[in-house]
């Protein structure tokens, strides 16, 4: 009963980017995390993620909500509703099943349970499928071949808890057939229904800044690039053809147009700037990569630099000239 959000699977599934995309694993999970504070007080979060766009989520009063036009794929009202209600009931009875088992698990209040599950779609069409739960943090025990395993590090308590949950043939079947069956099904149905918005290919637009000094002598140059969808991009310092070595990441960061930025940070001596660019790959250019040249982006500083002072410049020997002649 602890792996309430398996019948989910066939409700809260979405789907990936584009064609080029489709050349790597295509991963769905479902989260759910639930903070026990005591034998009365929880919360509980549910939400279901394709990568990092999240495709549903569940409100206060346990109404799952649909972020997507598309994110019910092929499934019937009367399939959802059905797989809705289930959720409810299996909800309602998780949390008394923990407080029962509390004391023999040794689950020390407070405490956070974790558990995800979903699948993968890999090149040529496999599918494998994954469930996991976990205790403050640190993975208890996984689903695989029918089967509740206990990971390495559980110890006893993960053992236990597969025994209990090995009792529990009805459960199994529930998971074993979602997983293997629903999940990649409705995977592939999610996939074509959301195929125009998943999709779309925007441009990204690129430019180039310093960041913080980082030492005497040395500089933080920053190749920032937004705007663009699907998410899989290739962004680099390089020389001549060269990828310049400790060049460093940051993290996507989502738009509020579902468009992503990035920034990709080099650090230099500061008199070996010469010849380095950013070169920018991504779908939506058709093979034409955007390369942003460090030279040009220095002299475009140094105009803009002049174009300010030559007119305070100006500006103030005429209000010499001016107080002068008053």
């Known amino acids: 009963m602890l792996f309430l959000q398996i019948p989910l699977l066939a409700v809260l599934l979405a789907a990936g980017d584009n064609e080029d995309a489709l050349q790597e694993e295509i991963s769905f999970k479902i989260i759910y995390s639930s903070s026990f504070y005591n034998h009365s007080w929880r919360k509980s979060r ?177 190749c920032h690039v937004s705007g663009f969808h699907p998410r899989p991009i290739w962004v680099k310092w390089m020389r001549s053809e060269q990828v310049q070595q400790g060049t460093q990441q940051s993290g996507f960061l989502p738009n509020a147009d579902g468009t992503w930025y990035l920034q990709v940070f080099l650090e230099v001596e500061a008199t070996e700037t010469s010849g380095l660019y950013c070169r920018v790959r991504h779908s939506s250019l058709g093979g034409q990569d955007i390369l942003l040249y460090l030279e040009h982006h220095q002299g475009s500083v140094g105009w803009i630099i002049l174009a300010v002072m030559v007119p305070l410049v100006l500006l103030t020997a005429l209000a010499f000239w001016l107080r002068k002649r008053w």
């Open 46 to 222: 549910n939400s279901a993620w394709l990568g990092d766009l999240q495709t549903h989520g569940v409100d206060n009063s346990g109404r799952i909500i649909f972020l997507r036009p598309w994110s019910n794929g092929n499934l019937s009202k009367k399939e959802i509703n059905e797989l809705v209600e289930y959720h409810h009931v299996l909800t309602r009875e998780m949390p008394q099943k923990l407080h029962r088992h509390a004391s023999q698990w040794q689950l020390k209040y407070p405490f956070e349970i974790q558990a995800t599950g979903g699948c993968e779609l890999h090149p040529g069409g496999a599918t494998v499928a994954f469930y996991r739960f976990a205790y403050q943090g640190s993975e208890l025990l996984h689903f695989q071949n029918n089967s509740w395993l206990p990971s390495p590090k559980g110890g006893t308590r993960a053992q236990d808890m597969c025994r209990l949950f090995d009792q529990y043939q009805g459960i199994k079947s529930i998971v074993q057939r979602t997983l293997s069956d629903t999940c990649p099904r409705f995977l592939l149905s999610i996939l074509e229904a959301g195929k125009a918005d998943l999709q779309r290919q925007v441009k990204p637009e690129a430019w180039l800044s310093t960041g913080p000094h980082p030492g005497p002598g040395r500089q933080m140059l920053v």
